[in-house]
């Protein structure tokens, strides 16, 4: 049984820092692309960041460039998110998603994601 725990996120003043973490088991997890996806209320499910099976490729949506950074173990199965100068319209739940893939276009809309955690609330206070 494939799944992926998530651990970190809570609630942050702007400007600060937060790191997620997703670990994997029940599968090959090099064999694997990851992302981190976000929902806010009332908005759709967006790609936030990916990274490629061998961590050698990423992806940002703009809105974080610079402020997020994806990484992964394989040794550990776990994947990170860590976040930083964060701002209140980075609240939102986020999810971590992977997706049987060992190409380098790590750019893949949700439905192509087949496994997902639980989801871990993130809050950015203003």
């Known amino acids: 049984q494939v799944q992926l725990v998530q651990s970190g996120g809570g609630l942050v003043q702007t400007g600060g820092s937060l790191r997620l973490s997703c670990a994997a088991s029940g599968l090959t997890f090099s064999n694997y692309a990851m992302a981190w996806f976000r929902q806010a209320p009332g908005k759709e499910r967006e790609l936030v960041a990916a990274?490629?099976?061998?961590?050698?490729?990423?992806w940002y949506a703009n809105s974080v460039k610079g402020r997020f950074t994806i990484s992964r173990d394989n040794r550990k199965n776990t994947v990170y998110l860590q976040m930083n100068s964060l701002k209140p319209e980075d609240t939102a739940v986020y999810y971590c998603?992977?997706?049987?893939?060992?190409?380098?276009?790590?750019?893949?809309?949700?439905?192509?994601?087949?496994?997902w955690g639980q989801g871990t609330q993130v809050t950015v206070s203003s």
């Open positions: 998603a992977a997706r049987d893939y060992r190409g380098r276009d790590v750019y893949a809309r949700g439905n192509e994601y087949a496994y």
């Open positions: 990274i490629s099976w061998a961590g050698g490729s990423t």
